[in-house]
């Protein structure tokens, strides 16, 4: 209950941020809608959005990165390989009572998304104050977890492990549920991020799933790009930890996209297929022989 009272208080906070000037001289804030076609962004301020977004993968306590992830879950983030605190918690605090404080993600990430529309419509210094806060607030939630005993992860070293043990995902034998594959991580053979997984599209015909949406750039789920990919393109680790695909920026940089909530226009899935399978029988996908 303290952390939904929190998050309102957050709403509540952000939505008079937007709505009042930062100082007296300045003009009212307005929504992104209502703001000029064309007005400057807060360019700088989203550089440290950015350069926020790698410190949190750098730094080992929040293995989501500028995703979907909230930090470490309590019981692990359930890559396959359980977080466990390196020592106990102490002065005669239990890890598990003490750690149940520690999750700020869901203000952070609040945070961080009211600072990027800042940025969108040119507020630079409403920006950099939201995103001031941010930090503040993941300070604190990385010295809670760094006090209690709570390792920092080798995210690079592990998702490499991960990367060499992925077997083709349409030869793995293996059913997955979407909420399995949802906000997956999409990565390269040498582990560069490509994105993460934003959807699945079924074929209508088949009813087989015939792509996955990869969601590329943005922060914190801002300002994507959705890329689909055919299905069989991808390798899946164990315990469908990260998703990889042999391909690499330039080509998913280059790649047909579709809209957040739909593949095509309504009764044109064979036209948009058509063009998305020609982009990737040009860029094929090389998968490796199975072990």
Same mark, same amino acid.
């Given at each position: 209950?303290?952390?939904?009272?929190?998050?309102?208080?957050?709403?509540?906070?952000?939505?008079?941020?937007?709505?009042?000037?930062?100082?007296?001289?300045?003009?009212?804030?307005?929504?992104?809608?209502?703001?000029?076609?064309?007005?400057?962004?807060?360019?700088?301020?989203?550089?440290?959005?950015?350069?926020?977004?790698?410190?949190?993968?750098?730094?080992?306590?929040?293995?989501?990165?500028?995703?979907?992830?909230?930090?470490?879950?309590?019981?692990?983030?359930?890559?396959?390989?359980?977080?466990?605190?390196?020592? +106990?918690?102490?002065?005669? !605090?239990?890890? $598990? *009572?003490?750690?149940?404080? #520690? =999750?700020? @993600?869901?203000?952070? %990430?609040?945070?961080?998304?009211?600072?990027?529309?800042?940025?969108?419509?040119?507020?630079?210094?409403?920006?950099?104050?939201?995103?001031?806060?941010?930090?503040?607030?993941?300070?604190?939630?990385?010295?809670?977890?760094?006090?209690?005993?709570?390792?920092?992860?080798?995210? +690079?070293?592990?998702?490499? !492990?991960?990367? $060499? *043990?992925?077997?083709?995902? #349409? =030869?793995? @034998?293996?059913?997955? %549920?979407?909420?399995?594959?949802?906000?997956?991580?999409?990565?390269?053979?040498?582990?560069?991020?490509?994105?993460?997984?934003?959807?699945?599209?079924?074929?209508?015909?088949?009813?087989?799933?015939?792509?996955?949406?990869?969601?590329?750039?943005?922060?914190?789920?801002?300002?994507?790009?959705?890329?689909?990919?055919?299905?069989? *393109?991808?390798?899946?680790?164990?315990?469908?930890?990260?998703?990889?695909?042999?391909?690499?920026?330039?080509?998913?940089?280059?790649?047909?996209?579709?809209?957040?909530?739909?593949?095509?226009?309504?009764?044109?899935?064979?036209?948009?297929?058509?063009?998305?399978?020609?982009?990737?029988?040009?860029?094929?996908?090389?998968?490796?022989?199975?072990?």
């Amino acid at each position: 209950m303290r952390h939904r009272i929190t998050l309102w208080a957050g709403l509540a906070g952000i939505c008079i941020s937007l709505g009042t000037p930062a100082v007296a001289a300045d003009p009212p804030a307005t929504l992104a809608l209502a703001t000029p076609s064309g007005a400057p962004v807060a360019a700088a301020c989203l550089n440290d959005l950015r350069a926020f977004g790698t410190q949190l993968r750098a730094e080992g306590y929040w293995l989501g990165g500028p995703g979907p992830g909230y930090g470490y879950p309590i019981s692990g983030f359930a890559y396959g390989e359980e977080i466990v605190p390196v020592r +106990p918690a102490r002065e005669g !605090r239990t890890v $598990a *009572s003490s750690y149940t404080t #520690a =999750r700020a @993600g869901y203000e952070i %990430r609040l945070l961080v998304a009211a600072a990027n529309v800042q940025a969108q419509i040119g507020q630079q210094q409403p920006c950099e104050a939201t995103l001031a806060s941010a930090r503040g607030l993941y300070t604190q939630y990385a010295a809670r977890l760094h006090e209690d005993g709570f390792a920092r992860a080798d995210s +690079p070293g592990w998702q490499l !492990r991960q990367i $060499a *043990s992925a077997v083709p995902i #349409a =030869r793995s @034998g293996t059913s997955y %549920r979407s909420d399995q594959l949802l906000d997956t991580d999409v990565r390269d053979a040498t582990n560069e991020a490509l994105g993460s997984v934003h959807d699945l599209v079924i074929d209508p015909a088949t009813g087989r799933i015939a792509y996955i949406i990869v969601a590329r750039g943005g922060i914190f789920g801002i300002g994507e790009s959705f890329v689909p990919v055919p299905w069989e *393109s991808f390798r899946v680790t164990p315990n469908v930890s990260l998703l990889v695909l042999d391909s690499n920026e330039t080509t998913m940089d280059a790649a047909p996209t579709v809209s957040r909530s739909r593949f095509g226009e309504p009764g044109r899935f064979a036209q948009t297929s058509q063009s998305v399978d020609t982009y990737w029988r040009a860029h094929p996908v090389t998968q490796p022989p199975s072990r």
